[in-house]
């Protein structure tokens, strides 16, 4: 999560919602590397051996009420980024994230917006545009009624469609 984000978060007063649409991220990063070469976070350990700094925003929030809900669109089958991704939100969950899964073929009839994006407090987004393979290219906040609204409404028509995390099974 970047500081924008967090910051976004920290000062979200009833809501915080994320809308994940592609099917690998950062490629480089250490974490899905050690997640390839087989380490795998244990739910049953104690969790300063999983939780991550993002976690204990997260869980600060949830627990002031911040409603926290993320949706990821993804294609099927697959790829190793989503099953990374799906193997370590159980600890996205533990800390009051609601995570919902929508495979892609599911979405086609709905208008979406051309970026991931971040919504707090249904007022400000941020957008995140990566590169073709999955890097950062550059982050946006936009307030415009009319994006702020598209944005939710293809947050709100994606989740109601969406497959909670605790009945997704990733194909």
Do not use: C
């Not at 690998?24 to 250490?30: G, K, T």
């Amino acid at each position: 999560m970047t500081n924008l984000a967090l910051e976004g978060l920290a000062s979200a007063r009833h809501s915080a919602i994320h809308l994940e649409m592609r099917d690998a991220y950062q490629p480089s990063d250490p974490d899905f590397l050690a997640w390839q070469n087989g380490k795998r976070l244990d739910p049953a350990a104690d969790r300063s051996t999983w939780w991550r700094p993002f976690l204990d925003s997260v869980a600060e929030a949830t627990e002031r009420g911040v409603s926290m809900r993320r949706a990821r669109i993804v294609s099927e089958p697959v790829t190793d980024y989503i099953k990374y991704e799906y193997d370590i939100s159980f600890s996205n969950v533990a800390a009051g994230e609601l995570i919902r899964w929508l495979p892609r073929r599911k979405a086609v009839d709905i208008p979406l917006p051309g970026a991931d994006l971040w919504m707090f407090d249904g007022s400000s987004v941020l957008f995140t545009h990566f590169s073709g393979v999955g890097e950062v290219v550059e982050r946006e906040w936009r307030t415009e009624p009319a994006v702020v609204e598209l944005a939710s409404s293809a947050f709100e028509a994606v989740w109601e469609r969406a497959i909670p995390h605790e009945e997704y099974r990733p194909g």
